[in-house]
């Protein structure tokens, strides 16, 4: 983009955000939190109580342990936000509204997986993130609750990871750009007017139109429709159902942070109880747009893992469960981020596989300074180009939970 073309949008442009949910609302927060941005930002979104979105279905995990580096960085940057927000963005939410429960995560690995483990710890370790690599016997003692006799190592996030509340963390970026101007409004699109390679409108169901310079495809499980909608490659995101699964124990399991087994079931503590999942395999994985829960999931996949792994686990009860929807980028896991290359005003913020609440404030930021600046400013995202799927180029993250 010129220098000339980052002005029209910049001084003058309207910049329409298609999604309001966690990714839509932080790039509307930055956008007009940007010293050099005096247009306009308009949020669409289909359901503005996000009763069924991603974000609030979601268990609100910030993690530093990923194999990539720069999914190691993005999420440095959300433990630096969360932290204090405020030094980022105009907002009077501080770290204790977030509910911010910084017991990191501890990441298990069998005989079979540790060198894979020891590598992606040298990794974060390098890039500065507080991961400590255990033995099993370290483990043991760390969580004597812990049955560790078909595990090599684990590795524990003892600064920077845990969790928070994904409500609370939708709202300060809501707020925020409420407060700086931008508009959210309730609107399913239904329609793409584009003239030749820019898109000049989108068409919502009550047949209103809303115009702008600017459009920001933050759609969650819907982008590869609303990109067919404007006529233009879909990226490859799919609709995939994720239960999280309720659950009393009676016996004090102390100091335990969100624990990913070797077979992919995760647990941690939550208000007094426990939360878990399990994602399923690729060919149990369709598209779905249901929120059924499926307890028969529970009781044969991840409650013999629970037992197994925490022998206290044996005797637990269910208390509660939901669902909710991943934006399942099926290429390779990772985010889409970056302008269409077939339509030069039209950027994505898609497929990110899970990771969306904890790759918000870094994402937020880049479309900001993408759209405003034409560059990425602080922390580079290119590697989430959409050009790397038509060039068959995956950027493979290998801790996907």
């Known amino acids: 983009m010129t220098a000339g073309r980052r002005r029209e949008v910049a001084g003058a442009g309207h910049v329409v955000i298609v999604g309001g949910g966690v990714i839509g609302a ?44 720069i999914n ?13 927000p405020a030094r980022y963005v105009r907002t009077r939410c501080d770290t204790a509204a977030l509910a911010f429960v910084e017991n990191g995560y501890l990441m298990l690995a069998s005989p079979a997986g540790a060198e894979t483990l020891a590598r992606n710890v040298a990794l974060q370790r390098g890039l500065g993130a507080d991961v400590e690599l255990m033995s099993a016997a370290t483990l ?12 090599s190592h684990g590795a524990h996030g003892r ?9 609370a963390l939708l ?28 898109v000049v409108a989108v068409k919502l ?12 495809n933050a759609a969650g499980p819907a982008a590869a429709a609303l990109c067919r909608l404007a006529d233009c490659t879909a990226p490859p995101v799919a609709r995939r159902k994720r239960q999280v699964f309720v659950f009393h124990c009676h016996t004090a399991i102390e100091r335990c942070p969100l624990v990913v087994d070797p077979c992919g079931v995760y647990f941690r503590p939550e208000s007094g109880r426990f939360i ?16 059924d829960v499926d307890h028969d999931w529970f009781e044969s996949r991840i409650w013999p893992a629970l037992a197994r792994r925490v022998p206290a686990f044996e005797a637990i009860r269910v208390t509660g469960a939901w669902a909710g929807h991943y934006a399942v980028n099926t290429f390779d896991h990772n985010a889409i981020v970056g302008r269409h290359p077939e339509v030069e005003n039209l950027y994505l913020a898609n497929g990110f596989s899970g990771h969306g609440l904890q790759q918000s404030p870094a994402v937020g930021r880049a479309l900001a300074e993408l759209i405003v600046d034409g560059r990425y400013m602080t922390l580079d995202l290119s590697e989430f180009s959409p050009g790397r799927i038509a060039g068959r180029l995956p950027l493979v993250e290998k801790n996907v939970v």
Do not use: M
Not at 29 to 55: I, K, M, Q, W
Not at 140 to 151: E, G, N, V, Y
Not at 177 to 198: C, P, S
Not at 206 to 215: A, E, M, W
């Open 72 to 84: 190691v960085r993005i999420s440095q940057f959300a433990t630096e936000f969360v932290r204090e």
């Open 159 to 167: 600064r920077g990871e845990g969790w928070i509340d994904p409500h």
């Open 26 to 69: 932080a790039t509307a927060c930055f956008l007009v939190n940007h010293d050099d941005f005096d247009g306009s930002v308009t949020v669409v979104e289909r359901d503005p109580t996000y009763a069924e979105a991603s974000t609030t279905r979601s268990v609100g995990g910030i993690r530093h342990q990923f194999s990539t580096p």
């Open 171 to 198: 709202t300060l970026f809501r707020d925020a750009a409420l407060a700086g101007g931008a508009r959210f409004e309730k609107g399913e699109v239904t329609g793409v007017e584009r003239r030749d390679a820019r």
């Open 276 to 291: 878990c999942g399990l994602s399923p395999a690729a060919d149990e994985d369709p598209d779905c747009d249901d929120f």
């Open 205 to 216: 169901a009550d047949g209103s139109d809303r115009p702008g310079d600017v459009f920001v």
């Open 140 to 151: 043991r003692r760390r969580f004597p609750w812990l049955d560790t006799a078909d595990i």
